[in-house]
T-cell receptor, first 109, second 114 residues
Framework: QQPVQSPQAVILREGEDAVINCSSS?????VHWYRQKHGEAPVFLMI?????EQKGHDKISASFNEKKQQSSLYLTASQLSYSGTYFC??????????FGTGTLLAVQP | DTEVTQTPKHLVMGMTNKKSLKCEQH?????MYWYKQKAKKPPELMFV???????INESVPSRFSPECPNSSLLNLHLHALQPEDSALYLC?????????????FGSGTRLTVV
């Protein structure tokens, strides 16, 4: 039931782009994205509710392919502040947020 | 106030101790959650309270006992824990109504069982 993310880890130089994928074996009705820095709380980035929806703010955006049960997070022109672990999340039932396996992103100067 | 506050930030307890974790939010959210997170793993859902009623228990051992005294407070009572229960315990809240909102997490209590 837990969504699977890929890659597990990625190292970037500042200014490079990255894509993080989230895939579920079960139907996805919505997808959340969170970032967690080491020793800190997960922080909500965005939620996608409909298949085909794309969202973004600043240089972080996401897409949701409902038919393929997949979502992707796009980080453009990465900054040092983007470092952390990214989790997608799904809600198979109301009130139940299940996190994906996580992707560790390290941005180097 | 847009925060979830958890206390204490760190806790060391023996296997025979009884302790409690506390979580508080003043955003008017009506759903509150406990998650457990081991190092380098995603948070795992433990309990969900919706409108102060326990709605989900993810088969958590009875040595963990949740309590929701009111809509702003959530406690997790700990008793006779095992060393493998050492982890970061995260509290989260959600408006409950509306699917377009994200969850707000506290910064967690880092628990060590000795």
């Amino acid at each position: 039931q837990q969504p699977v993310q890929s890659p597990q880890a990625v190292i970037l130089r500042e200014g490079e782009d990255a894509v993080i994928n989230c895939s579920s074996s079960k139907a996805l009705y919505s997808v959340h994205w969170y970032r967690q820095k080491h020793g800190e709380a997960p922080v909500f980035l965005m939620i996608l509710l409909k298949g085909g929806e794309q969202k973004g703010h600043d240089k972080i955006s996401a897409s949701f392919n409902e038919k393929k049960q997949q979502s992707s997070l796009y980080l453009t022109a990465s900054q040092l502040s983007y470092s952390g672990t990214y989790f997608c999340g799904t809600r198979p039932v109301v009130d139940k947020l299940i996190f994906g396996t996580g992707t560790l992103l390290a941005v180097q100067p | 106030d847009t925060e979830v506050t958890q206390t204490p930030k760190h806790l060391v307890m023996g296997m025979t101790n009884k302790k409690s974790l506390k979580c508080e939010q003043h955003m008017g959210h009506r759903a509150m959650y406990w998650y457990k997170q081991k190092a380098k793993k995603p948070p795992e859902l433990m309990f969900v309270y919706s409108y102060e009623k326990l709605s989900i228990n993810e088969s958590v051992p009875s040595r963990f006992s949740p309590e929701c005294p009111n809509s702003s407070l959530l406690n997790l009572h700990l008793h006779a824990l095992q060393p493998e229960d050492s982890a970061l315990y995260l509290c989260a809240s959600h408006p409950a109504e509306g699917v377009s909102y994200g969850y707000t997490f506290g910064s967690g209590t880092r628990l060590t069982v000795v």
